[in-house]
Nanobody, 127 residues
Framework: QVQLVESGGGLVQAGYSLRLSCAAS????????MGWFRQPPGKEREFVAA????????SYVDSVKDRFTIARENAKNTVYLQMNSLEPEDTAVYFC????????????????????WGQGTQVTVSS
């Protein structure tokens, strides 16, 4: 059973930065694609970023390109989301997710592709 635990959320002013972390249990973390999603208040969950198992491929939603960076440290079973120049529109609950199925297209932007999810961490950006 895989468990994903996010941390690092909080309340910040626009223009500031936060780094989210997602710690995964299990021995096979390094073999799976990881993704970050977010769910703004009253809206559906949306793709933010994904990173391939070895870190060689990354993908971002257009609205966060050049501001957010996804990274992983397989030795620590951890994936990160560095968020710079935060905007009020980034306010959401942020979730990390693990994709264990094979044969998926890239980038894997659709939530049902992912098999395991964390509980989420709240990010609030004030103007």
């Amino acid at each position: 059973q895989v468990q994903l635990v996010e941390s690092g959320g909080g309340l910040v002013q626009a223009g500031y930065s936060l780094r989210l972390s997602c710690a995964a249990s299990g021995r096979l973390f390094s073999t799976y694609t990881m993704g970050w999603f977010r769910q703004p208040p009253g809206k559906e969950r949306e793709f933010v970023a994904a990173i391939s198992w070895g870190g060689g491929r990354e993908s971002y939603v257009d609205s966060v390109k050049d501001r957010f960076t996804i990274a992983r440290e397989n030795a620590k079973n951890t994936v990160y989301l560095q968020m710079n120049s935060l905007e009020p529109e980034d306010t959401a609950v942020y979730f990390c997710a693990m994709l264990t199925g094979g044969g998926s297209t890239w980038p894997p932007k659709i939530p049902p592709l992912y098999d395991y999810w964390g509980q989420g961490t709240q990010v609030t950006v004030s103007s």
